[in-house]
């Protein structure tokens, strides 16, 4: 939820009413780190996240300048039409880009023993 607003809105998943639910307010893993980062920018920068982006993450990545992203899976796109179009949108917006799946367990050794605890 944003900033100071946890308290107004519901988690509800599923309503009739769509304004019911947490989906029209939450605020996507992958633009609360680009909003939130510690670093004056992400240009050039990999985003490891859990789920492939949506669309609308999709736009804050490339409007931020990151150049990689990894996901550990994707959505089932059969499963709901908003995700269909979210995820098709979302492959469009990052084809230069080229998502790729988090797979290896080198990688992720990799990748931890890259972090300087120092920094
Ligand atoms: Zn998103």
Known sequence: MPNGREDDFTWER?????L??????VCHAEL???MN?????VKGCTV???????????KAIIQSGI???VYLSKPKI???EDKKVAIKAAEKLLRDIKPREFRSKTEACDLLMS???NE
């Open 14 to 18: 599923d309503d009739e009413n769509k």
């Open 20 to 25: 019911n639910t947490k989906y029209p307010y």
């Open 32 to 34: 609360n780190a680009i």
């Open 37 to 41: 980062k510690t670093s004056v920018d």
């Open 48 to 58: 490891y996240v859990t789920r492939f982006p949506c669309n609308e993450c999709a």
């Open 67 to 69: 150049t990689d992203v």
């Open 78 to 80: 059969e499963d709901e």
């Open 115 to 117: 972090i300087d605890p």
